[in-house]
Protein backbone atom coordinates (compact mmCIF):
# COMPACT_ATOMS: atom_id res chain seq x y z
CA UNK A 1 0.00 0.00 0.00
CA UNK A 2 1.96 3.12 -1.34
CA UNK A 3 1.02 6.18 -2.86
CA UNK A 4 -0.09 4.36 -6.40
CA UNK A 5 -2.69 2.32 -4.52
CA UNK A 6 -3.83 5.24 -2.42
CA UNK A 7 -4.82 6.77 -5.23
CA UNK A 8 -6.53 3.61 -6.94
CA UNK A 9 -8.01 3.75 -3.01
CA UNK A 10 -9.98 7.42 -3.38
CA UNK A 11 -10.88 6.10 -7.33
CA UNK A 12 -12.65 3.30 -5.78
CA UNK A 13 -14.31 5.85 -3.84
CA UNK A 14 -15.78 7.68 -6.50
CA UNK A 15 -16.58 4.84 -8.14
CA UNK A 16 -17.80 2.26 -6.14
CA UNK A 17 -19.48 -0.51 -8.81
CA UNK A 18 -15.62 -0.36 -10.15
CA UNK A 19 -14.00 -3.47 -11.23
CA UNK A 20 -10.42 -3.64 -10.50
CA UNK A 21 -7.88 -5.54 -13.03
CA UNK A 22 -3.44 -5.53 -12.37
CA UNK A 23 -0.84 -8.67 -13.48
CA UNK A 24 -0.52 -9.67 -9.37
CA UNK A 25 -2.85 -8.83 -6.37
CA UNK A 26 -1.84 -10.38 -2.93
CA UNK A 27 -5.00 -9.43 -1.36
CA UNK A 28 -3.38 -9.92 2.10
CA UNK A 29 -1.34 -6.82 1.28
CA UNK A 30 -4.25 -4.45 0.43
CA UNK A 31 -6.51 -2.37 1.77
CA UNK A 32 -10.09 -3.72 2.81
CA UNK A 33 -11.28 -0.82 0.59
CA UNK A 34 -9.33 -2.77 -2.52
CA UNK A 35 -10.17 -6.34 -1.58
CA UNK A 36 -13.99 -5.42 -1.50
CA UNK A 37 -13.91 -4.87 -5.06
CA UNK A 38 -14.02 -7.68 -8.18
CA UNK A 39 -10.05 -7.90 -9.22
CA UNK A 40 -9.05 -9.48 -11.98
CA UNK A 41 -5.79 -10.81 -13.05
CA UNK A 42 -3.02 -10.98 -15.93
CA UNK A 43 -1.58 -13.94 -17.32
CA UNK A 44 1.39 -12.87 -15.13
CA UNK A 45 0.12 -13.64 -12.04
CA UNK A 46 -0.15 -17.23 -12.59
CA UNK A 47 3.16 -17.60 -13.70
CA UNK A 48 6.21 -18.93 -11.30
CA UNK A 49 7.13 -16.56 -8.73
CA UNK A 50 5.05 -13.13 -10.41
CA UNK A 51 3.95 -12.31 -7.15
CA UNK A 52 7.57 -12.24 -5.60
CA UNK A 53 9.45 -11.35 -8.97
CA UNK A 54 6.87 -9.98 -11.06
CA UNK A 55 9.20 -6.91 -12.72
CA UNK A 56 11.16 -9.76 -14.32
CA UNK A 57 7.85 -10.07 -16.26
CA UNK A 58 8.16 -6.83 -17.69
CA UNK A 59 8.65 -8.06 -21.41
CA UNK A 60 5.49 -9.96 -21.05
CA UNK A 61 3.29 -6.84 -19.44
CA UNK A 62 2.62 -5.50 -23.22
CA UNK A 63 0.72 -8.38 -23.83
CA UNK A 64 -0.98 -9.37 -20.91
CA UNK A 65 -2.65 -6.17 -21.04
CA UNK A 66 -3.73 -6.31 -24.41
CA UNK A 67 -5.78 -9.79 -23.71
CA UNK A 68 -7.49 -8.13 -20.56
CA UNK A 69 -11.17 -8.08 -22.27
CA UNK A 70 -12.62 -4.80 -20.77
CA UNK A 71 -15.24 -4.91 -23.26
CA UNK A 72 -18.12 -4.47 -20.87
CA UNK A 73 -17.02 -0.71 -19.85
CA UNK A 74 -17.83 2.39 -20.83
CA UNK A 75 -15.23 4.37 -18.71
CA UNK A 76 -11.43 2.80 -18.16
CA UNK A 77 -9.01 4.85 -15.64
CA UNK A 78 -5.53 3.59 -15.61
CA UNK A 79 -3.13 4.06 -13.30
CA UNK A 80 -0.03 4.60 -14.78
CA UNK A 81 3.81 4.56 -13.46
CA UNK A 82 4.46 1.01 -15.92
CA UNK A 83 3.03 0.08 -18.67
CA UNK A 84 -1.06 0.08 -17.61
CA UNK A 85 -2.43 2.54 -19.82
CA UNK A 86 -1.86 -0.26 -22.78
CA UNK A 87 -4.72 -1.77 -22.25
CA UNK A 88 -7.05 -2.12 -25.24
CA UNK A 89 -10.95 -0.51 -24.35
CA UNK A 90 -13.93 -0.44 -26.82
CA UNK A 91 -14.04 1.84 -29.55
CA UNK A 92 -16.55 4.00 -27.44
CA UNK A 93 -15.18 4.22 -24.15
CA UNK A 94 -13.14 6.74 -22.50
CA UNK A 95 -9.97 5.71 -21.50
CA UNK A 96 -8.34 8.36 -18.84
CA UNK A 97 -4.88 8.20 -17.70
CA UNK A 98 -3.49 8.84 -14.11
CA UNK A 99 0.24 9.16 -14.58
CA UNK A 100 2.12 8.89 -11.87
CA UNK A 101 4.99 8.72 -14.23
CA UNK A 102 6.02 7.62 -17.88
CA UNK A 103 8.06 4.51 -17.26
CA UNK A 104 11.40 6.16 -15.29
CA UNK A 105 13.68 3.13 -16.36
CA UNK A 106 12.84 3.24 -20.32
CA UNK A 107 13.23 6.98 -20.58
CA UNK A 108 15.06 9.22 -18.44
CA UNK A 109 16.69 6.87 -16.02
CA UNK A 110 17.46 4.68 -18.53
CA UNK A 111 20.84 4.23 -18.11
CA UNK A 112 21.22 5.30 -14.16
CA UNK A 113 18.92 1.27 -13.94
CA UNK A 114 21.22 0.41 -16.98
CA UNK A 115 24.48 0.84 -14.96
CA UNK A 116 23.37 -0.93 -11.94
CA UNK A 117 21.59 -4.23 -13.66
CA UNK A 118 23.67 -7.56 -13.19
CA UNK A 119 25.17 -8.56 -16.04
CA UNK A 120 22.77 -10.32 -18.16
CA UNK A 121 20.34 -7.91 -18.01
CA UNK A 122 22.82 -4.86 -19.06
CA UNK A 123 23.48 -6.95 -21.94
CA UNK A 124 19.48 -7.37 -22.93
CA UNK A 125 18.52 -3.92 -22.27
CA UNK A 126 19.37 -2.32 -24.97
CA UNK A 127 17.36 -4.36 -27.78
CA UNK A 128 14.60 -4.98 -24.99
CA UNK A 129 14.17 -1.64 -23.80
CA UNK A 130 14.41 0.11 -27.07
CA UNK A 131 11.07 -2.35 -28.01
CA UNK A 132 9.27 -1.26 -25.08
CA UNK A 133 9.78 2.19 -25.77
CA UNK A 134 8.00 1.88 -29.09
CA UNK A 135 5.09 0.29 -27.73
CA UNK A 136 5.17 2.68 -24.90
CA UNK A 137 4.70 5.83 -26.94
CA UNK A 138 2.60 4.06 -29.57
CA UNK A 139 -0.23 3.08 -26.63
CA UNK A 140 -0.51 6.15 -25.32
CA UNK A 141 -2.48 7.05 -28.41
CA UNK A 142 -5.11 4.67 -26.86
CA UNK A 143 -5.48 7.03 -24.11
CA UNK A 144 -8.19 9.93 -24.35
CA UNK A 145 -7.29 12.08 -21.46
CA UNK A 146 -3.81 12.52 -19.74
CA UNK A 147 -3.71 13.88 -16.02
CA UNK A 148 -0.54 14.23 -14.05
CA UNK A 149 0.34 14.06 -10.48
CA UNK A 150 2.42 17.32 -10.57
CA UNK A 151 3.55 19.80 -13.20
CA UNK A 152 6.94 17.68 -13.37
CA UNK A 153 5.48 14.65 -15.06
CA UNK A 154 3.28 16.44 -17.41
CA UNK A 155 6.56 17.87 -18.84
CA UNK A 156 8.13 14.70 -18.67
CA UNK A 157 4.49 12.85 -20.71
CA UNK A 158 5.08 15.97 -23.10
CA UNK A 159 8.64 14.72 -23.85
CA UNK A 160 8.28 10.81 -23.70
CA UNK A 161 4.90 10.68 -25.59
CA UNK A 162 3.57 14.75 -26.68
CA UNK A 163 0.69 14.37 -25.02
CA UNK A 164 -1.02 17.40 -23.12
CA UNK A 165 -1.65 16.59 -19.10
CA UNK A 166 -4.11 17.66 -16.80
CA UNK A 167 -2.07 18.48 -13.49
CA UNK A 168 -4.26 16.79 -10.74
CA UNK A 169 -1.71 16.07 -7.84
CA UNK A 170 -2.55 13.10 -5.75
CA UNK A 171 -4.72 12.80 -2.71
CA UNK A 172 -3.29 13.32 0.83
CA UNK A 173 -4.78 12.64 3.85
CA UNK A 174 -4.46 16.26 5.58
CA UNK A 175 -6.93 15.86 8.29
CA UNK A 176 -5.03 12.81 10.02
CA UNK A 177 -2.18 15.12 10.85
CA UNK A 178 -1.83 17.99 13.75
CA UNK A 179 0.81 20.35 14.65
CA UNK A 180 2.15 20.75 18.30
CA UNK A 181 3.99 23.03 20.50
CA UNK A 182 6.39 20.75 21.66
CA UNK A 183 9.24 21.20 18.73
CA UNK A 184 12.31 18.74 19.58
CA UNK A 185 16.00 19.14 18.55
CA UNK A 186 16.11 16.29 15.26
CA UNK A 187 15.52 15.96 11.98
CA UNK A 188 13.69 13.71 10.16
CA UNK A 189 14.08 11.30 6.88
CA UNK A 190 11.40 8.84 5.52
CA UNK A 191 11.44 7.00 2.80
CA UNK A 192 12.76 3.84 0.88
CA UNK A 193 16.31 3.63 1.61
CA UNK A 194 16.87 2.93 -1.54
CA UNK A 195 19.72 4.66 -4.63
CA UNK A 196 17.50 7.21 -5.86
CA UNK A 197 16.06 8.53 -2.87
CA UNK A 198 19.68 9.55 -1.96
CA UNK A 199 19.15 8.68 1.70
CA UNK A 200 23.25 8.33 1.76
CA UNK A 201 23.35 12.52 1.11
CA UNK A 202 21.30 12.99 4.49
CA UNK A 203 24.20 10.82 6.43
CA UNK A 204 26.99 11.93 5.08
CA UNK A 205 25.84 15.68 5.76
CA UNK A 206 24.78 14.85 9.31
CA UNK A 207 27.81 12.83 10.22
CA UNK A 208 29.95 15.94 9.34
CA UNK A 209 27.32 18.38 11.10
CA UNK A 210 26.68 16.30 14.20
CA UNK A 211 23.34 17.29 14.49
CA UNK A 212 20.87 14.75 15.52
CA UNK A 213 18.66 13.08 12.54
CA UNK A 214 16.15 10.32 12.50
CA UNK A 215 16.43 8.14 9.36
CA UNK A 216 12.57 6.20 8.77
CA UNK A 217 12.41 3.35 6.56
CA UNK A 218 13.91 -0.02 4.98
CA UNK A 219 16.09 -0.55 1.82
CA UNK A 220 19.14 -2.32 0.24
CA UNK A 221 21.01 0.72 1.33
CA UNK A 222 20.22 0.47 4.62
CA UNK A 223 23.19 -1.67 5.90
CA UNK A 224 26.03 0.26 4.55
CA UNK A 225 23.69 3.82 5.72
CA UNK A 226 24.35 2.03 9.60
CA UNK A 227 28.03 1.36 8.85
CA UNK A 228 28.98 5.04 7.95
CA UNK A 229 26.54 7.04 9.98
CA UNK A 230 27.76 9.42 12.87
CA UNK A 231 26.52 8.62 16.49
CA UNK A 232 24.12 11.33 15.82
CA UNK A 233 21.83 9.57 13.66
CA UNK A 234 19.24 7.10 14.60
CA UNK A 235 17.71 4.35 12.05
CA UNK A 236 14.21 3.05 12.85
CA UNK A 237 13.31 0.42 10.13
CA UNK A 238 9.33 0.61 11.13
CA UNK A 239 7.16 3.05 12.40
CA UNK A 240 3.57 3.21 13.45
CA UNK A 241 1.53 5.61 11.80
CA UNK A 242 0.63 7.06 14.89
CA UNK A 243 4.06 7.51 15.59
CA UNK A 244 4.86 8.87 12.78
CA UNK A 245 2.62 11.65 12.84
CA UNK A 246 4.04 12.31 16.27
CA UNK A 247 7.71 12.61 14.94
CA UNK A 248 6.20 14.87 11.85
CA UNK A 249 5.16 17.34 14.29
CA UNK A 250 7.94 17.39 16.76
CA UNK A 251 10.80 17.36 14.36
CA UNK A 252 12.89 20.17 13.76
CA UNK A 253 12.23 20.10 9.83
CA UNK A 254 11.88 17.40 7.35
CA UNK A 255 14.53 16.29 5.17
CA UNK A 256 13.60 15.27 1.85
CA UNK A 257 16.83 14.01 -0.85
CA UNK A 258 14.86 12.46 -3.71
CA UNK A 259 14.11 13.60 -6.93
CA UNK A 260 10.27 12.79 -6.84
CA UNK A 261 7.09 12.51 -9.57
CA UNK A 262 5.39 14.29 -6.76
CA UNK A 263 5.96 13.18 -3.28
CA UNK A 264 3.38 13.27 -0.88
CA UNK A 265 5.73 12.91 2.78
CA UNK A 266 6.42 16.69 2.12
CA UNK A 267 3.01 17.87 2.41
CA UNK A 268 2.43 15.48 4.92
CA UNK A 269 5.55 17.28 7.01
CA UNK A 270 3.37 20.58 6.43
CA UNK A 271 0.16 19.42 7.61
CA UNK A 272 2.00 18.84 10.63
CA UNK A 273 3.05 22.21 11.05
CA UNK A 274 6.91 21.62 10.62
CA UNK A 275 8.99 23.20 7.63
CA UNK A 276 10.95 21.01 4.51
CA UNK A 277 14.22 21.18 3.07
CA UNK A 278 14.15 19.40 0.17
CA UNK A 279 16.15 19.20 -3.45
CA UNK A 280 14.72 21.75 -5.15
CA UNK A 281 13.67 19.68 -8.50
CA UNK A 282 10.80 17.30 -9.46
CA UNK A 283 7.46 17.26 -7.88
CA UNK A 284 8.45 18.97 -4.95
CA UNK A 285 8.06 22.12 -6.19
CA UNK A 286 4.66 21.71 -6.71
CA UNK A 287 3.85 21.37 -3.08
CA UNK A 288 6.52 23.20 -1.35
CA UNK A 289 6.82 26.88 -0.87
CA UNK A 290 10.51 28.41 -0.63
CA UNK A 291 10.86 30.97 1.82
CA UNK A 292 6.77 29.72 3.19
CA UNK A 293 6.70 26.43 3.66
CA UNK A 294 10.37 25.16 3.62
CA UNK A 295 13.66 25.79 1.80
CA UNK A 296 15.47 23.83 -1.55
CA UNK A 297 18.63 23.47 -1.89
CA UNK A 298 20.14 23.00 -5.39
CA UNK A 299 22.34 20.31 -5.86
CA UNK A 300 22.36 15.94 -5.00
CA UNK A 301 25.70 16.90 -3.30
CA UNK A 302 26.71 16.83 0.35
CA UNK A 303 27.94 20.18 0.12
CA UNK A 304 24.60 21.86 -0.92
CA UNK A 305 22.77 19.74 1.60
CA UNK A 306 24.96 21.05 4.22
CA UNK A 307 24.76 24.61 3.13
CA UNK A 308 20.90 24.35 3.18
CA UNK A 309 20.52 22.90 6.32
CA UNK A 310 22.49 26.19 7.80
CA UNK A 311 20.37 28.54 5.57
CA UNK A 312 17.45 26.79 6.83
CA UNK A 313 18.88 26.67 10.94
CA UNK A 314 19.04 30.73 10.23
CA UNK A 315 15.23 31.33 8.36
CA UNK A 316 13.40 28.63 10.99
CA UNK A 317 12.57 32.24 13.35
CA UNK A 318 11.06 33.41 10.10
CA UNK A 319 8.71 30.25 9.37
CA UNK A 320 5.32 30.27 10.16
CA UNK A 321 3.19 26.84 10.75
CA UNK A 322 -0.48 27.91 9.83
CA UNK A 323 1.16 28.84 6.41
CA UNK A 324 2.65 25.19 5.88
CA UNK A 325 -0.66 23.85 6.95
CA UNK A 326 -2.77 25.72 4.77
CA UNK A 327 -0.56 24.83 1.89
CA UNK A 328 -1.10 21.58 2.75
CA UNK A 329 -4.50 21.21 2.32
CA UNK A 330 -4.42 22.36 -1.57
CA UNK A 331 -4.03 18.57 -1.29
CA UNK A 332 -6.66 17.01 0.31
CA UNK A 333 -8.28 14.17 -1.19
CA UNK A 334 -11.24 16.34 -2.36
CA UNK A 335 -9.58 18.48 -4.37
CA UNK A 336 -8.10 15.12 -5.82
CA UNK A 337 -11.76 14.23 -6.23
CA UNK A 338 -13.68 17.01 -8.18
CA UNK A 339 -10.83 17.16 -10.27
CA UNK A 340 -10.64 13.71 -11.40
CA UNK A 341 -14.49 13.68 -11.82
CA UNK A 342 -14.12 17.02 -14.21
CA UNK A 343 -11.69 15.07 -16.58
CA UNK A 344 -13.79 11.99 -17.57
CA UNK A 345 -17.15 14.25 -17.45
CA UNK A 346 -17.67 14.23 -21.91
Known amino acids: MRGGE ?4 RLLRLFPQADLFTHVYVPDAMSSTIRAHKVTTSFIDRLPWSRRFYQYYLPLMPMALEELDLSSYDLVISSESGPAKGVIPRPDAMHVCYCHSPMRYLWDHYHQYRAQA ?10 LYHRLRQWDQSSSARVDRFAANSHFIRDRIGKAWRRDATVIHPPVETGLFQPTDHIEDFYLWVGQMVPYKRPDLA ?5 QLGLPLMMVGQGSMLAQ ?7 NI ?9 ALRSHYARCRALLFTAEEDFGIVPVEANASGRPVLAFGRGGVRDSILPGETGLFFDRQEVE ?3 AGVEALERWLLEFDPSTAIAQAQRFAP ?5 NML ?3 TP
Open 334 to 338: EHFDR
Open 203 to 207: VDAFT
Open 342 to 344: ELV
Open 234 to 242: RFVERMSFD
Open 6 to 9: RVVE
Open 118 to 127: NPIARAAMPW
Open 225 to 231: LKAKAGP
Open 304 to 306: SLI
